[in-house]
């Protein structure tokens, strides 16, 4: 493997309100007016009508390249494929009833440490719910999730038991959505985890588990290492595994000689897949962000093209199959929340924040320094399937580990009531 390709492996896997004066809360102040205010303020989604018609302007005057020289994805979202979803999303999509999705929840403002942070929190109707905070990633949002609220906080109807339910607490990352765009550098990984913990004390929940996947996994990692008081234990499905030498073998090195064979196929897909330049997004992100945000910010196509080259998105037909989740709506929901917010840009900084980890390195990540029950979920789709040896060396307190049979690096998107079930038996004894 190419020294490149080894900085590719290590960048992944190291790795707004943005319309202030325009979107208001429940009471209809703005909230530029209780800015200073670190009280918990009702949030509803209004993107005006102006922003949405831009939107569509700017997609039917789109200016397009010539076809690509290939005939898959190699070099990118193919031309027909990206005209196809544009051309949807320009004429029949409707993102009022994206904005209907999230308003559908209970929604709120909080600031900690500065920022202003928009959230969902929905409380179960069971008693004794354990309290759930769940962090997305990049090119993820709110918008990921919100399809396991109710098989989390409704889980007997979703073929669980009352005593599985879970009070949900889904925040947006800063530079993310609805949350604050930082005007200064310092909010990595850590940080978040810090301010997570303020948010969900300021929630009123002493005790609570934490889950996440892509930066998310990230996050909650950090708060294992961190270890607040009342942080019972934390869920990934991207854990940081990859052993050093895991990672040696990345770098060109030999396959040790006891790993069984599942461990051999899943290290030399990985090393497929970083030779074919599937990481290749997150190292322009990693080193200029401000670049990549100046062109993709005045281009939904250039947006959607550059969001479509996430590998999560590679094998979903985006609408052909009506039974598929995410649908192609759910698809530009996610595609028009970052356009509308504006943060692309801001979205981008958590590769550049983060630029010198390896997310999925036990090294990287210290993972023998967390000190909270650790539960892991391996999804077959993803680019790096765990191994439940690397797991159990990573990760000291591992309380939990599971191989489902379907899903990919959104698989609560795709599968949540499967997602939902490896929630509840992951967190089974902590309660």
Sequence with gaps: ??????????????????????????????????????????????????????????????????????????????????????????????????????????????????????????????????????????PGSVFEQIKLIEPLTDPTRYGGKAEDAFDVVIPSLPGFGFSERPSAAGWGLERIGLAWNVLMKRLGYSRYVAQGGDWGAG???????????????????????????VEGVLGGGPIPANFSEKERSAISDLGMYLRNGGLSYLVMMGARPQAVGYGLTDSPAGLAGWMLVHSGFT???????????????????????????????????????????????ATSQKTQEISVPVAITVFPDEVIRAQEAWARRAFPKLTYFNEVDRGGHFAMWEYPELFATELRAAFKSLR
Aim: no cysteine; hydrophobic share 35%; aromatic share 8%.
């Design 1 to 138: 493997m190419t020294k490149t390709t080894n900085i590719l492996a290590s960048t992944v896997i190291s790795g707004a309100l943005a319309l202030q004066g325009t979107m208001t809360n429940a009471q209809g102040t703005s909230h530029s007016d209780v800015r200073s205010s670190e009280s918990i303020r009702p949030f509803r989604v209004h993107i005006p009508n102006e922003e949405v018609k831009d939107l569509r302007k700017r997609i039917l005057n789109t200016r397009w390249p010539d076809k690509e020289t290939v005939a898959d994805q190699s070099q990118g979202a193919q031309l027909e494929t990206l005209k196809e979803l544009l051309l949807y999303w320009g004429s029949r999509y409707d993102w009022r009833k994206g904005e209907a999705k999230l308003n559908a929840f209970p929604q709120f403002i909080t600031k900690i440490d500065g920022l202003d942070f928009h959230f969902i929190h929905v409380k179960s109707r069971h008693p004794n719910a354990m309290p759930l905070i769940i962090t997305h990633g990049w």
């Design 219 to 245: 996050v909650v990692e950090a708060m294992g290492r961190q270890a607040p008081a009342g942080l019972l234990g934390i869920h990934t499905n991207l854990p940081a595994v990859l052993l050093p030498e």
């Design 315 to 361: 094998k979903w037909t985006y609408g052909k199959d009506p039974k598929q989740s995410p649908t192609i709506d759910d698809v530009l929901d996610n595609f028009s929340l970052y356009w509308l917010t504006n943060t692309l840009a801001s979205s981008a900084r958590i590769y550049w924040e983060s630029r010198h980890l390896n997310l999925t390195s």
